[in-house]
């Protein structure tokens, strides 16, 4: 996914935080793995915030974020977003639903490669 601005969904957002971009993705393939690019890069983190990147990302379709370009400040940013992420399940029904059906879409492709 990248974070290339695309301004047919939505004027200054990166495609890989826009969920009309990201639900346009998923139009075209539903049964897709929505995985992101590194949330720590370009200019996300002094835009919104890497844990704020990744709660937008996941609330626009996203199955998985990913952020880590720096390993020195990689578990701190984790653990922040843990933290958001729970806070955020804990008030959104609707961040509930997506992140089930992103953690079966994750579990149907860890069976369908784990098989013998």
């Avoid at 639903?97 to 490669?113: D, N, V």
């Amino acid at each position: 996914m990248s974070h290339g601005i695309g301004g047919q969904w939505e004027a200054g957002v990166p495609v890989s935080v826009s969920a009309a971009a990201l639900e346009a993705l998923r139009a075209k393939l539903p049964d897709a793995l929505l995985i992101s690019d590194d949330l720590r890069m370009e200019g996300l983190p002094q835009t919104m915030g890497t844990s704020g990147a990744c709660l937008r990302g996941l609330r626009g379709g996203l199955d998985m974020v990913t952020i880590g370009n720096n390993l020195k400040d990689q578990a701190h940013h984790a653990g922040t977003f843990a933290e958001m992420l729970i806070r955020a399940l804990n008030t959104g029904v609707e961040l509930i639903s997506h992140t089930q059906q992103a953690l079966k879409r994750i579990r149907e492709r860890k069976t369908r490669f784990t098989r013998g």
